[in-house]
């Protein structure tokens, strides 16, 4: 368990702080944010009672929308095989009328990093699970007890994720795709071959830092990174369901 306890709702014994509504200094709805070890700066990032940094609570992507527009946001020159660059090409050509998420479908990883819906993260020893309140609702396992990659799983949506830590960092390894996503708003494509590489840091309270790394040499000639920066959510998750109302297919026809 970390140092910030979920939604509750009493004043602890060891002094700690309840603010049912928003902390300051970076504490999500109804967290109990202690005052960190006198060795350590009041922005510190919280760590579990095992050492490793907690990662847990609400997190708000608004500030990487531009990475979801274009993964290639920021001048990163990506190294397209030149069957990759024709068919993105086309996609910029035709403003995205084709984008997959734009009809109700999961946005899939790395993209789900970017879209600019809140998500949670609930970390235990051995299991991360990420909650996304875009992206059709969808949810991501990432397992944590050392086991190799599931070989059955194949042609998934979100794929099949193990995590481990590197130091202070999150590692976490994800392949067994399909290839119906596409990589951002921009049309950047993939195959069944990727294999996405994230490493999720926690700098401070209030910044969680996620580098994802693009390796999918049928697309692409070597693997390139982009690398985004995540906020602390003042609020909740709400429900969104996105093939209510959608309006959107009908003026990309």
Not at 41 to 66: E, F, H, K, M, Q
Not at 117 to 136: D, H, S, V, W
Request: glycine residues 8%.
């Amino acid at each position: 368990m970390g140092c910030w306890l979920v939604e509750a709702q009493t004043q602890p014994a060891n002094g700690a702080k309840s603010d049912p509504i928003y902390n300051p200094n970076g504490a999500f709805v109804g967290d109990i944010h202690p005052a960190p070890p006198p060795n350590l700066p009041a922005n510190a990032a919280p760590r579990n009672a095992d050492g490793t940094p907690d990662l847990s609570g609400n997190w708000n992507p608004v500030s990487a929308i531009r990475f979801n527009l274009n993964l290639a946001a920021g001048g990163i020159q990506v190294p397209f095989q030149p069957w990759a660059e024709k068919l993105y090409n086309e996609r910029v050509a035709r403003h995205g009328k084709d984008d997959p998420e734009a009809f109700c479908l999961p946005p899939g990883v790395p993209r789900l990093d970017t879209t600019p819906y809140p998500f949670r993260i609930i970390q235990m020893p051995k299991l991360i699970a990420i909650l996304y309140e875009g992206g059709t609702h969808t949810w991501r396992q990432i397992f944590m007890d050392g086991r190799p990659h599931d070989k059955n799983v194949e042609e998934t949506w979100n794929g099949d994720s193990i995590g481990k830590w590197d130091g202070d960092t999150l590692v976490v390894d994800t392949v067994g795709f399909n290839d119906k996503t596409w990589l951002d708003a921009a049309g950047h494509p993939h195959t069944n071959a990727l294999h996405v590489i994230e490493r999720f840091h926690r700098t401070d309270v209030s910044h969680l830092d996620i580098e994802m790394t693009i390796d999918d040499p049928m697309s692409y000639t070597k693997p390139w990174t982009a690398k985004i920066t995540v906020l602390p959510l003042k609020g909740e998750l709400l429900e969104y369901i996105c093939n209510e109302n959608n309006k959107d297919t009908e003026h990309l026809r």
